[in-house]
């Protein structure tokens, strides 16, 4: 049986933001003029990559996620979303979970989207 393999993330130099699938239901946008910084960090099974905005901070874990970086530095990021693991293919960056915290509000749960 072949699997399926699913892009988690699209790079289109025309962006004008990036948008997170949190499900089939729900998005959210962030205007790339509002990119702030990011946090890289690799770990022993998976990286994580923080991505500040004014408001907001985007979680992301998954594997090579260094692609993902550059192109969120270079504001050609389109958008991401997390996938299971199982479509996982090859080098390319991949999503297993990510979250999206509001920084005003410490209080306020982060939304997740972990992989099913």
């Not at 072949?2 to 990036?18: H, N, Q, S």
């Not at 990559?49 to 260094?66: A, Q, S």
Request: glycine share 6%; with cysteine.
């Amino acid at each position: 049986m072949e699997t399926k393999l699913i892009e988690c993330f699209g790079i289109d130099p025309r962006a004008r933001g990036l948008r997170v699938q949190l499900s089939a239901q729900e998005s959210k946008v962030f205007a790339h003029e509002h990119f702030m910084h990011s946090e890289w960090k690799a770990g022993a099974e998976q990286d994580t990559l923080k991505i500040y905005f004014i408001n907001h901070e985007v979680t992301l874990v998954g594997y090579d996620l260094r692609r993902i970086e550059a192109a969120v530095h270079t504001r050609e990021i389109a958008w991401v979303m997390a996938a299971p693991g199982r479509y996982r293919a090859g080098e390319k960056g991949f999503i297993t979970n990510l979250s999206v915290r509001c920084l005003d509000d410490e209080d306020a749960p982060a939304k997740t989207k972990p992989a099913d």
